[in-house]
């Protein structure tokens, strides 16, 4: 079986092809030199490597390098800030044990940051990438697409609302800065589950 001729969609226990034309990658499994799927999704393969694996349509969001994720920043330490990641930004699928991950000072933006607390607060939600998932996990807000997404105040734990100078929070007046993600239509009362 050529890649071309695999079929669009399969189910577990469906016939892929043989080991010696294959090697078995995610969603898949071999027995006695064949190749099955593991889970009900699309087949592809990989020609450089000739790695045959199916892609679940559902399948449980895993961190990798490139991911994108909504974070909640947990604490902020002199050099990094602590975070629970929530789920995975693109398809919106919470992350299983919302694992912790950090972003180092040197990658919350572009440029010299004094301190973390001038970018992030306790509480704030965050747009980031994965840098590395392993052994730990590493995320970065630094280019203009990520930062924060929602924030409180830090004066009355009012939602904070984006003004053309910064965040202000509507019940108090309070205004307070942040890195925030490009463009105010990231910006929202984001309340993770």
């Not at 693109?90 to 940051?113: C, W």
Request: hydrophobic share 40%.
């Amino acid at each position: 079986m050529t890649a071309s001729e695999l079929p669009r969609f399969v189910v577990p226990g469906e016939y892929l092809g043989a080991a010696e034309e294959f090697v078995p990658g995610r969603g898949t499994y071999e027995d006695a030199g064949r190749i099955y799927a593991s889970v009900v999704g699309r087949p592809t393969v990989d020609e450089a490597d000739r790695t045959v694996r199916v892609d679940a349509p559902n399948a449980v969001p895993v961190l990798a390098e490139g991911t994108v994720v909504y974070a909640r920043v947990d604490e902020l330490k002199a050099a990094m800030a602590i975070c629970t990641i929530v789920a995975d930004a693109q398809t919106g699928r919470g992350i299983p044990g919302e694992p912790e991950g950090t972003v180092h000072i040197s990658k919350a933006k572009d440029g010299y940051t004094e301190s973390l607390g001038d970018e992030f607060a306790v509480g704030d939600v965050l747009l980031a990438k994965v840098l590395q998932s392993r052994p730990s996990i590493k995320l970065t807000t630094a280019p203009g697409q990520f930062g924060v997404i929602s924030a409180r105040c830090q004066v009355c734990h009012g939602l904070l609302a984006a003004q053309p100078k910064g965040l202000e929070c509507p019940r108090c007046g309070h205004r307070e800065r942040r890195k925030l993600a490009e463009g105010t239509d990231h910006f929202a009362p984001f309340v993770p589950s």
